[in-house]
């Protein structure tokens, strides 16, 4: 059976529920989670005055099970704007409900309402539940490579 | 021996410039480029008084050779801007000129002085002359894949 979730958005009394999940999946991720500064710098980024990210919680009887990180990137080709999903993480004791799948539907719709020429997001290749899903869905999957400098590299590029 | 690029961004007097360029991009990339509606957009979202994007200019004794474009996007676990290269193109005639080592220092510069926790970007894997590139500078390749849902399967999605 699947469980109704109720999404909404992070606020100022659901922010340390949405850093306990950002820590899970940092967890399942095998990345270093965000550190004090980072849980500050946050805070900031979500319910500051010009934020950077928007972020959702989904609840099911008032139980934190979700939440996904978006932000809006863009296409040069179509000249629109396409709603970049950063991350979606469902706690492991609320897998295999069809908590993800409402929390990637309420991407859909917010791509849809915001006039989006595209969703876009990247999956860890171990990940083969989110990949298996993403093939269902028809998603296309993309022939490029993602590349990174660190900060570090950044700081003292001498190429 | 290497050119030495003028970079300037991307403004009314050489918006044209910057829209052939794209439309080159579009070709070399196999892809289909803007429309008469889409260039109208882009004028809006370079230069409007919301820019989407940060666009530059290239050029070599006056004439245009090369353009890039970078957005912020967003690391949760870091809570710090990534500067995100969209294209980084140079005209086929000044390639193996050092041109394109030139824009990615300047992005990187960008990148530096804007104080992003990291630089990411994307290639095609068929783009084996920027791969090599971005071996030679020890850039970080991703396990991860991209996949996307465009602008119909969005609208239309039934999952």
Same mark, same amino acid.
């Given at each position: 059976?699947?469980?109704k979730?109720? =999404?909404? $958005?992070? #606020?100022?009394?659901n922010? /340390?529920?949405? %850093? ?5 999946l940092a ?7 965000? /550190? #004090?500064?980072?849980? @500050?710098r946050?805070?900031?980024?979500t319910?500051? $005055?010009h934020?950077?990210?928007?972020a959702?919680?989904g609840?099911t009887?008032?139980?934190t !099970?979700?939440?996904?990180?978006f932000?809006m ?14 991350d979606?993480? %469902? ?12 929390m990637?539907?309420f991407?859909v719709?917010q791509?849809?309402k915001r ?5 876009e997001w ?6 083969? @539940?989110? =990949?298996?899903?993403y093939k269902k869905?028809n !998603?296309?999957? @993309? ?6 400098? #660190?900060?570090?590299? %950044?700081?003292?590029? @001498? #190429?």
């Open positions: 059976m699947n469980h979730i109720k =999404i909404e $958005k992070v #606020n100022k009394g922010f /340390d529920d949405f %850093v306990q999940l950002i820590e899970k967890k399942y991720e095998r990345q270093i989670p965000p /550190d #004090n500064q980072a849980k @500050s946050l805070k900031q980024d319910l500051g $005055k934020p950077k990210i928007d959702y919680l609840t009887n008032g139980k !099970a979700t939440y996904v990180i932000f990137t863009y296409s040069s080709y179509l000249a629109l704007t396409i709603l970049y999903i950063e979606i993480f %469902v706690l492991e004791e609320w897998r295999r409900k069809g908590i993800g799948h409402q990637f539907r991407c719709q791509a849809k006039g989006c020429g595209r969703m990247c999956v860890y290749n171990w990940n083969q @539940s989110a =990949i298996k899903f869905i !998603a296309t999957q @993309s022939d490029k490579t993602y590349y990174r400098l #660190n900060k570090e590299q %950044v700081e003292h590029f @001498s #190429n």
